[in-house]
């Protein structure tokens, strides 16, 4: 557990924190520039100087009242930055050899694991210029699993890199994250990140704490929603693969006992899965459609109806335990009369859902530190 009520002044910028973040799991800390994310981090490695108290899994990190702050190589806490950081003048075994130098605590990342987690076993003998910006960001976090840290600060560590990039290395910080279930907090502005990553969400503005819930929860959020910009607003929904079509490319899963069809063959029986369904992509019906080449028709009910800018309602729709939103027109609202507690069907296209298919959960069986 990772507990915190600081205070930050810088200038005319000023953080106030007061949070409790759950350890082992990733806690992405989320919210635009210059919202305070890298500040808090930094506090928390004791790269910056802060008021008030830090708890790290029991012990105090500081405490300005009773005159505790540990020194930042005491705190057992890996860095990786945007840039990566690398000694440019050590090859990439020399500075995963300088991590091993660091650790102070018993050891459960071994350093060829590493390497062959990682997919650095070609790389060793290359200098960091030889490498690409993926290639740098791997052997960053593998210099700091190779510390043995109770926690990972990951300060928007794909900021610098282009989308290709981001793409190879996410599945590292996923198997990082399933495999060695190293407590994280994840620094970023980009919504894709946090819903394959994460398991709670910090939403930060402006130095504050705007609200701290799963991903779930707070896709459902109004605080969430100008934050993400309107396309991508839409309910993200945990679930499971039930059973799968490998002839039609297809899985079921379960959204409210609901079955749910998607266009995605990969999974077996059991996957945990993440669904981000725009609210874009959902239409609404007030009588079960028929003859349509829609295959998803989900049975529930109108909870709310919110008026949004230029004449669109988004309208919460719950399905048993779950809920969808879906953006429609104003007037789509009033020839339908839909108004809260009407029966309704909500319609996703399969194709759609693909576009928003997250893993946040590895079969591996992790080894906690």
Known sequence: MLKLNIRIER??????????????????????SGAGKTT?????????????????????????????CVPVEQRAIGCVFQDARLFPHLTV?????????????????????????????????????????????????????????????LDEPLASIDAARREEVLPYLEILRDRFCVPMLYVSHQYEEVLRLAAQVVLMDRGQIVATD??????????????????????????????????????????GGHALRLTASADAVGTHLRLHVLASDVMLATERPQGLSVRNALPGKIEDLEAEENGMVLATVAIGSDRLLARITRSAVDDLALATGLPIWALVKAASLNQGLYRPTSAANPAAP
């Open 214 to 255: 799963t991903p779930a929860a707070l896709s459902l959020s109004s605080a969430l929603r100008s934050r993400v910009g309107t396309g991508g607003v839409g309910a993200v929904i945990e679930t499971e693969v039930v059973s799968k079509n490998e002839t039609e490319g297809l899985i079921t899963v379960l959204l």
């Open 93 to 153: 075994a020399g500075n995963l050899d300088y991590g091993l130098r660091r650790q102070r605590r018993v050891v459960y990342a071994q350093r060829d694991e590493v390497i062959a987690l990682l997919g650095l076993s070609s790389l060793l003998a290359r200098l960091p210029h030889q490498l690409s910006g993926g290639e740098r960001q791997r052997v960053a976090l593998g210099r700091a699993l190779l510390g043995q840290p109770r926690l990972l600060v």
């Open 11 to 32: 200038g005319v910028f000023g953080l106030d924190a007061n949070l409790v973040i759950p350890t082992p799991g990733v806690t992405a800390l989320f919210g635009p």
């Open 40 to 68: 808090l981090a930094h506090a928390v490695a004791g790269l910056v100087t802060a008021t008030g108290t830090i708890v790290l899994d029991g012990e105090t990190l500081l405490d300005t009242q009773r005159g505790i």
